[in-house]
């Protein structure tokens, strides 16, 4: 993407190639660009899920030798206690990439969207800053993202299926594989897959 758009890219390869239609819809596409990563989430399907599965049998063991494990008080690569500290603390500002509500901070891109951009922690709460426009083409990318993430969510607040299937039909992703009627399908079997865990929605 580098190469072609002239931007980098921040994501890891194999979390990014989810994102957009040009690198997983082939066996022979991610097989060159998604098997190859490294570090977080190389590439591999079910990268994620497959991490979980690996400690399914032991996670609760692991939590108890965590717990027997001396308390370590030393501060961490974590940043929210200097933002709790720039807030509540001594006063210091803190400046940091944080998710906040758009509010025209990237005036290319939904006002309500979430965006990660510079933020200053002080006594006054948060500061965001003002970043300016995307350039064109990764507006592009960003806006689809963001107005399927809007849709998805507003599926869920008003418990609306159809919004299920409409944000659905648009990632980028499932439709560079999928036709319509496939993904309704899918849909519907991770409906009734997950019915157990959708509390009231019916």
């Known amino acids: ?5 002239g931007h980098y890219v921040t994501e890891s390869s194999g979390h990014n190639s989810e994102y957009n239609a ?6 022979d ?11 977080w989430n190389p590439g591999e399907y079910a990268y994620s899920l497959n ?6 049998d032991t996670w609760q063991k692991e939590i108890k030798e965590w717990l027997l494990r001396p308390l370590d008080i030393s501060k961490s690569k974590e940043y929210a206690s200097d933002i709790f500290n720039a807030c509540f603390g001594d006063n210091k500002l803190f400046s940091f990439n944080g998710n906040v509500l758009n509010k025209g901070s990237i005036s290319n891109l939904p006002y309500n969207s979430c965006v ?5 922690a002080s006594k006054n709460g948060f500061q965001q800053t003002i970043v300016g426009e995307l350039p064109h083409d990764v507006a592009i990318l960003v806006n689809t993202t963001a107005h399927i993430e809007d849709l ?8 609306n299926k ?27 079997e991770l409906f009734v897959v997950n019915k157990d865990f959708l509390g009231d929605y019916k």
């Open 152 to 159: 998805a969510v507003e599926a869920a607040l008003t418990k």
């Open 116 to 120: 990660e951009i510079p933020v200053m």
């Open 22 to 27: 040009w690198f997983r819809k082939r066996p």
């Open 1 to 5: 993407m580098f190469l072609h758009f």
């Open 51 to 56: 991490l979980r599965l690996e400690r399914e």
């Open 29 to 39: 596409l991610i097989e060159k660009y998604c098997s190859q990563g490294t570090g």
């Open 162 to 188: 159809h919004l299920v299937y409409s944000a659905v039909y648009m990632d980028p992703l499932c439709s560079a594989v999928c036709s319509l009627d496939e993904m309704k399908q899918m849909v519907d």
